[in-house]
C-alpha cells in the first residue's frame, strides 16, 4: 500500500516543501532561465532559503545565513546541499528573475486548489463559495532600495515601496491571485490580472472604481460590490 509522503513525525517544513514539485520548479527555472550561469546556489537552493526566511522571520541576510548554519546536520530534512554565504544569497536576490518567483506561487495554487477562472460557479451555491475578495497594500521601502517606485506624501519625505494587489476567495485561506506593481500604481491596474468565471461575486473598495470594467462584468453574469461612488 502505498504511503503518503507527508507525515505527523516530519519537520514543519520538510513538509512545506513536500508540497512544491521539482518538476514545476525545474519548468520555471527554463522558463526564466534562471539557473544560468548559476553554479551551486541555484533556484532550488534559493527558493528554500527565502521560505527559511519568512518562516523564522529574518530581517537580514546575515540572520538567514547564521539561521541555516545553525541547522547544521539537519540541512537533509530542508533539502539543502551547499551552504550559503551573505554574498552568495545577496547577488541572487539582485540577479534571479523576480518573476519565477510569482509564476511559483500561482502555480502551486493552481496544483492545491483549481484555477478560479477555469472552475464553474454554481450560482445556487452559497454566496461565501462564489465570493471574491480584493484589496491591496503598500509595502515601504528606503527610497535607495526602491528609487521611484514610492509616493510623494505631503511632508516631502518621499518613500519607495511597492503595492501588493490580492484577490482572495472567501472560502479559502490562501489568495489566488497576487500582483506586485510600484507603491504609487492605481488599484485599477490589478483588474486586467483578474478573470472570474460566471455567477461570481466580487468586493473591493472605492480605489477600484472602473466603470467600463464593472459594465464588462455585469454583462459576463459576474456580480460586484462597493461603496458607494461619488
Not at 98 to 111: C, M, T, V
Not at 153 to 177: W, Y
Not at 216 to 224: L, P
Request: with cysteine; hydrophobic share 35%; charged share 25%.
Amino acid at each position: 500500500m502505498d504511503k503518503s509522503t507527508i507525515f505527523s513525525g516530519q519537520p514543519i517544513f520538510s513538509q512545506l516543501l513536500s508540497l512544491i514539485p521539482n518538476h514545476i520548479i525545474d519548468r520555471l527555472s527554463n522558463k526564466y532561465q534562471a539557473d544560468k550561469y548559476c553554479k551551486k546556489f541555484d533556484t532550488r537552493h534559493h527558493l528554500v532559503t527565502m521560505l527559511f526566511a519568512v518562516i523564522n522571520q529574518c530581517t537580514s541576510i546575515r540572520e538567514v545565513v547564521t539561521g541555516l548554519q545553525v541547522t547544521g546536520g539537519k540541512k537533509g530534512h530542508i533539502k539543502m546541499v551547499h551552504d550559503v554565504r551573505r554574498s552568495t544569497l545577496s547577488d541572487a536576490n539582485k540577479r534571479r528573475p523576480e518573476g519565477f518567483f510569482g509564476d511559483l506561487f500561482h502555480a502551486l495554487y493552481n496544483l492545491h486548489y483549481g484555477c478560479p477562472d477555469s472552475r464553474k460557479v454554481n450560482p445556487r451555491a452559497p454566496y461565501e463559495k462564489r465570493l471574491f475578495i480584493i484589496d491591496s497594500t503598500t509595502i515601504k521601502l528606503f527610497h535607495d532600495i526602491l528609487s521611484g517606485l514610492g509616493t510623494a506624501p505631503l511632508n516631502g519625505k518621499r518613500k519607495g515601496g511597492l503595492k501588493a494587489h490580492v484577490m482572495i476567495k472567501a472560502s479559502e485561506d490562501t489568495p489566488c491571485v497576487v500582483a506586485l506593481t510600484k507603491g504609487s500604481a492605481n488599484d485599477r491596474t490589478f483588474f486586467k490580472s483578474v478573470d472570474l468565471p460566471r455567477g461570481s461575486i466580487i468586493t473591493f473598495d472605492k480605489g477600484y472604481a472602473n466603470f467600463r470594467q464593472f459594465d464588462a462584468w455585469t454583462k459576463n453574469g459576474v456580480s460586484w460590490v462597493s461603496r458607494v461612488l461619488d
